[in-house]
T-cell receptor, first 116, second 112 residues
Framework: GAGVSQSPSNKVTEKGKDVELRCDPI?????LYWYRQRLGQGLEFLIY????????KSGLPSDRFSAERTGESVSTLTIQRTQQEDSAVYLC??????????????FGPGTRLTVL | SQQGEEDPQALSIQEGENATMNCSYK?????LQWYRQNSGRGLVHLIL?????REKHSGRLRVTLDTSKKSSSLLITASRAADTASYFC????????????FGQGTILTVHP
C-alpha cells in the first residue's frame, strides 16, 4: 500500500500555542516511531509505539510533549505551549519490527514546525 | 543524544569517483543501518548490516562493519550527481525496541 504519510507538511505557529502533528503508518506495521530533526542535525528519538502502547517514551524532551496512537494505526504528536526551540522537522516512521528486531524503518516526509 | 559520529561532515567529489563515509558508535548494537535524506525531509533506507556480519553489498553500495572498533563505512562507487544527499548511519541495540540512534550525517555533493 501507500507509504507513511504525515500532516501537515508545514506548520507555523506562535509561541505558546498548542500543535498536533499526525502520522499515518503503513498498514499492518505494528511499530511506530517519532523522531525530531533540528536544522543540520541527525534525528533524535522521541517515542516508540508497539500497537497502541508506548513502551519507550524516553526521548520526549518535556511534559509539554505527548503522543497517542489509536486503532494500531494513526498517531498524533501533541506539543503544548510551543517554544521557539521546538522548531524542527518531526519525522514519523513505521516498521514491522518486533521488540529488539531492529528491522528497516519506513519514514514519512516529515512535518516542518516553525514556532515564531 | 547522538550515539554515533560520522566523518567527514561534508564530502565533495566529481561524478564517477567513489565516496566513502565513516560512522563510529559507542555502545553494543544489534545492527547498523544507513539512510539517505534529500532536502532535509523523509529518509530512505539504503542497507542494514547485522552485528555478526562484516560486509554487505547492494548495487553500488558497500558497507563494512567492525564491531571491535565500533565503526562502519559506506562506500558508494561510481557516484552520480543524483547521489547528492545527506547520509546517516543509525544503530539499533540491546532492548531498544528497534529504535534507531542516528549520527550527525555526512553531506555528499557530487558534481556533474
Amino acid at each position: 500500500g501507500a507509504g507513511v504519510s504525515q500532516s501537515p507538511s508545514n506548520k507555523v505557529t506562535e509561541k505558546g500555542k498548542d500543535v498536533e502533528l499526525r502520522c499515518d503508518p503503513i498498514s499492518g506495521h505494528t511499530a511506530l516511531y517519532w523522531y525530531r530533526q533540528r536544522l543540520g542535525q541527525g534525528l533524535e528519538f522521541l517515542i516508540y509505539f508497539q500497537g497502541n502502547s508506548a513502551p519507550d517514551k524516553s526521548g520526549l524532551p518535556s511534559d509539554r510533549f505527548s503522543a497517542e496512537r489509536t486503532g494500531e494505526s494513526v498517531s498524533t504528536l501533541t506539543i503544548q505551549r510551543t517554544q521557539q526551540e521546538d522548531s524542527a522537522v518531526y519525522l514519523c516512521a513505521s516498521s514491522l519490527a518486533e521488540r529488539g528486531a531492529g528491522n528497516e524503518q519506513f519514514f514519512g516526509p516529515g512535518t516542518r514546525l516553525t514556532v515564531l | 543524544s547522538q550515539q554515533g559520529e560520522e566523518d567527514p561532515q561534508a564530502l565533495s567529489i566529481q561524478e564517477g569517483e567513489n565516496a566513502t563515509m565513516n560512522c563510529s558508535y559507542k555502545t553494543s548494537i544489534n545492527n547498523l543501518q544507513w539512510y539517505r535524506q534529500n532536502s532535509g525531509r523523509g529518509l530512505v533506507h539504503l542497507i542494514l548490516i547485522r552485528s555478526n556480519e562484516r560486509e554487505k553489498h547492494s548495487g553500488r553500495l558497500r558497507v563494512t562493519l567492525d564491531t571491535s572498533k565500533k565503526s562502519s563505512s559506506l562506500l558508494i562507487t561510481a557516484s552520480r550527481a543524483a547521489d547528492t544527499a545527506s547520509y546517516f548511519c543509525a544503530t539499533s541495540g540491546g532492548t531498544s525496541y528497534g529504535k534507531l540512534t542516528f549520527g550527525q550525517g555526512t553531506i555528499l555533493t557530487v558534481h556533474p
